[in-house]
């Protein structure tokens, strides 16, 4: 019944007045990041939904395009902007992901949409994260997000789509503002972003 018709309601009618409330600072990050990343201040990308249904997330674009002189780019610690690094250690770059929750692609709590290409890597373990709609918090952001292995990132994952409840979900929602307030777990030790995962 909860995942079902209440998680759904609950998620279109918070990402609304979410979106509604926090506008005003939408367009101010808006604005800053136009100005940082040469116009372009939001990031698109395919990312496997719910049943591995490919969906395009939207996030704040935290890095620039720079390139090296052979035209590749920089490492991602190098193209982090000043404004981005604000928008990142504070989760802000999560916020575009509302309009895909209206959408339906998304839900506020749930398994974290990773990169298209992980998808043929996945062990049928892993791949169980995809029996729920990805969220844009979840059970592995709140115990330790980036700084945790991949394996322990899997095994959260699907711990959560085994005990999925709305006690959880609000379980979720206030350890993730807390979580946002200390600036925890946001990248990898000694690193801008996590490893890519390689299927080990």
């Known amino acids: 019944m909860y995942q079902t018709i209440f998680k759904p309601v609950f998620d279109f009618l918070a990402a ?8 005003p600072l939408f367009i101010i990050i808006t604005i800053g990041l136009f100005i940082a990343n040469q116009g372009k201040p939001f990031f698109f990308q395919q990312r496997p939904g719910k049943n591995g249904k490919i969906f395009r997330i939207v996030k704040f674009k935290t890095m ?11 490492p ?44 043929h890597l996945y062990n049928d373990f892993q791949n169980r994260r995809h029996e729920v709609k990805p969220g844009i918090t979840g059970w592995a952001q709140v115990n330790g997000r980036n700084a945790i292995s991949w394996d322990k990132k899997f095994e959260y994952d699907v711990w959560y789509v085994d005990h999925v409840s709305f006690g959880l979900d609000i379980k979720i929602l206030i ?12 990248n990898a030790a000694d690193a801008a972003t996590i490893e890519p995962f390689d299927g080990q």
Request: charged letters at 25%.
């Open 175 to 186: 350890k993730t503002v807390l979580k946002v307030v200390k600036s925890e777990g946001i």
């Open 64 to 74: 620039n395009d720079r390139k090296d002189g052979e035209g590749n780019l920089l």
């Open 16 to 23: 609304f007045f979410g979106l509604l409330l926090l506008f």
């Open 76 to 119: 991602d610690a190098d193209r982090l902007t000043t404004v981005g690094r604000f928008v990142r250690k504070t989760s802000l770059d999560e916020l575009p992901q509302l309009l895909n929750v209206l959408k339906g692609d998304m839900s506020l709590i749930g398994p974290r949409p990773l990169l298209t290409h992980y998808l």
